[in-house]
C-alpha cells in the first residue's frame, strides 16, 4: 500500500519561503513522475510542479521561477521549495504519485498573508 505524507505547510507572510515534503512509503523509482498539486479554497486542484523519473520537471507558469521541485532516492521524499510567496499561493498542497494509477496525500495547508 503506497502512502504519501506530506509536511512543512503553514503560515508565512508574502515574499517568505517554505519548504513542503512528501515522505513516500514505497520506492519513488518506481513511479512515472512525483508531483504537487493544490487546491484553494471555491477552486479545482491544479497541477504546481512534476518531475519525471529522467529528472525532466515542469511547472505551473504561475510559480516558473519561484518553486523547485526535487527528489531525493535514497530517502523515497520529494520537496517543493517556495520561494518569493504570494497571497494567491495561498491554498491546500497535495502530493501526487503516478503510475498506472494516482496516489494522494492528505494534503498540507500553506497560507500567505501579512
Known amino acids: 500500500q503506497v502512502q504519501l505524507v506530506e509536511s512543512g505547510g503553514g503560515l508565512v507572510h508574502p515574499g517568505g519561503s517554505l519548504r513542503l515534503s512528501c515522505a513516500v512509503s514505497?520506492?519513488?523509482?518506481?513511479?512515472?513522475?512525483m508531483g504537487w498539486y493544490r487546491q484553494a479554497p471555491g477552486k479545482e486542484r491544479e497541477l504546481v510542479a512534476r518531475?519525471?523519473?529522467?529528472?525532466?520537471?515542469n511547472y505551473a507558469d504561475s510559480v516558473k521561477g519561484r518553486f523547485t521541485i526535487s527528489r531525493d532516492g535514497p530517502k523515497n521524499t520529494v520537496y517543493l521549495q517556495m520561494d518569493s510567496l504570494k497571497p494567491e499561493d495561498t491554498a491546500v498542497y497535495y502530493c501526487?504519485?503516478?503510475?498506472?494509477?494516482?496516489?494522494w496525500g492528505q494534503g498540507t495547508q500553506v497560507t500567505v498573508s501579512s
Open positions: 501526487n504519485a503516478a503510475a498506472y494509477r494516482h496516489w
Open positions: 518531475i519525471f523519473n529522467d529528472g525532466h520537471t
Open positions: 514505497g520506492n519513488i523509482n518506481s513511479f512515472i513522475s
